[in-house]
């Protein structure tokens, strides 16, 4: 049995070692300066794949580092609600990711991101970091290559990956409603 002097030493013993542990490994809270770069990370992604397809490049290959490189597919579950979904609305694999991208495996899909887009800019409306998780709500708006800008509003989920990199695991946009 524990008595008062050992129940208090082992308390902080073990917040030390958490303490310890934590300046080692370092925080997994998110901030807001990852989320940001997370966001301008996508945006070039989507730029990239573009340019791959419009200079005859492997922009399919770009399309998967994309999400490899940015999505928590395989390490969490993903909620993704893209654009120009319609009859399939939602891309819960990797597979079906990649397809809404470039086209592929769901029909309606022409390929997003090989539009292709000249530049994507994040106007974020608000963003909530809660520790090891960040929501960012807003508009981003995709310039097409005769420099006309195309609004769409957007959700974004931001967790830490097991590789220490902010991944997205929840992506809803769509286009705004027309005012009547």
Known sequence: MMNKKTTIF??????????????FFGSDKLTKEEVLQAQEAWAQGIVTIGKAKLD??????????HIENLYAYG???V?????KAVQDQFRGTFDEALSYFVGGIV???AGFAINPWTAVRFENEGMMIDDDSAT???NYYF???DGTEVKVEYTFGYVRGDDGNVR???????VPYPAS
Do not use: W
């Open 136 to 138: 960012a709500m807003g």
């Open 56 to 65: 005859g490049g492997d922009y399919r290959t770009a399309a998967k580092k």
């Open 107 to 109: 029909p309606e899909d």
């Open 168 to 174: 997205i695991n929840v992506h809803h946009s769509s």
């Open 10 to 23: 082992a308390a902080v013993a073990v917040l030390a070692t958490a303490a310890s542990a934590n300046a």
């Open 143 to 145: 310039t097409t290559l």
């Open 75 to 77: 390490e969490t579950p």
């Open 79 to 83: 909620l993704f609600k893209p654009t």
